[in-house]
């Protein structure tokens, strides 16, 4: 029998295969059938696509979306220093921070956080802070590759998405409506 209680958890999906954002915005549609009001705070610029944006439109007012990344770190259009990363990302942790300590929301996805630590441009000391300031009857989701030891040590719900087999090893390019 389904457990009715709400208990809180600290949700986290990592790992090289695809799926990590999807499953995340699937958790956000299922939410919305319970009237949650919900907060996704982007960090990677990019990292949510025109599709799931329009998609989102239509959970309104449900789900609230904040954009915060400055581009790709290190690819070759990204003509933005590190520093200028790093306070983009500072606001975006600002932003989880409030956000979370609010208490309106009871879903709250840090999309692609894994990688902006991965990247240095949120520290492990700040991440910390984010998960230690959800209260306990909020659920939390942090999405992206090579999620931290601690964090997964400190989490609920750890999902690592595997490779198996990914069309763009046969050189297929992302697809409309499932990838972008
Ligand atoms: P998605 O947004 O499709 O759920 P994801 O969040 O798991 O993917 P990311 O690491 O955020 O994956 O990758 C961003 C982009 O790279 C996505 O558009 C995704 O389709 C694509 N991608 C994800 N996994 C792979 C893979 N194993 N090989 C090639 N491209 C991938
Ligand atoms: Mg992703």
């Not at 299922?30 to 799931?52: L, T």
């Amino acid at each position: 029998m389904a457990e009715d209680k709400k208990v809180g958890l600290l949700i986290v999906y990592t790992g090289n295969g695809k799926g990590k954002t999807t499953a995340s915005l699937g958790m956000c549609v299922r939410a919305v059938g319970y009237d949650w009001r919900i907060c996704i705070i982007q960090f990677i610029k990019g990292s949510w696509k025109y599709g799931e944006l329009e998609g989102i439109k239509r959970l309104l007012p449900n789900v609230e979306l904040n954009v915060i990344g400055e581009g790709f770190v290190g690819i070759i259009d990204d003509n933005k220093s590190f520093e200028e990363h790093r306070r983009a990302a500072q606001n975006g942790v600002n932003l989880a921070l409030e956000k979370i300590k609010s208490g309106q929301y009871q879903l709250v996805v840090l999309d692609e956080l894994n990688v902006a630590c991965d990247l240095g441009l949120v520290t492990e000391q700040e991440l910390h802070q984010i998960v230690e300031a959800r209260k306990s009857d909020q659920y939390l989701v942090i999405t992206g590759r090579n999620a931290s030891d601690w964090l997964i040590e400190k989490a609920d719900l750890v999902t690592e998405m595997k490779e198996v087999k990914h069309p763009y090893q046969k050189g297929i390019l992302a697809q409309k409506g499932i990838d972008w």
